[in-house]
């Protein structure tokens, strides 16, 4: 791609709205740090879809999955030949818990 998919306001403004919405009660009685990696695609409109979350903590994932769900902020497409493509976005997710 020529042009990355980009969240208005960049990648640092999808993180904290991911960190801002995420609902940590539901990792209840568990400590430490927890890891997943979030994947989804963004579509040529802007939407999301084909959020997936592969962590170890099960509660942890779909938590994730939810949030990014959540955001209901268009993204901008990639582009190739300045056409919007599909694009599959990684996003490592770790979250200290006490």
Do not use: C, H
């Not at 993180?15 to 568990?30: A, H, I, L, T, W």
């Not at 579509?43 to 959020?51: A, K, L």
């Amino acid at each position: 791609v020529e042009q990355l998919a980009e969240f208005p306001g960049g990648i640092n403004s999808f993180r904290s709205k991911v960190q801002n919405s995420f609902d940590g009660s539901v990792m209840e009685g568990d400590e430490g740090t927890v890891k997943t990696e979030v994947t989804f695609v963004v579509e040529r409109d802007g939407s999301i879809t084909d959020v997936k979350a592969n962590g170890s903590n099960k509660d942890f994932n779909a938590e994730a999955i939810r949030t990014v769900k959540s955001i209901k902020n268009k993204w901008a497409p990639a582009k190739i030949n300045g056409q919007s493509v599909r694009y599959r976005f990684r996003m490592p997710l770790t979250m200290q818990f006490e």
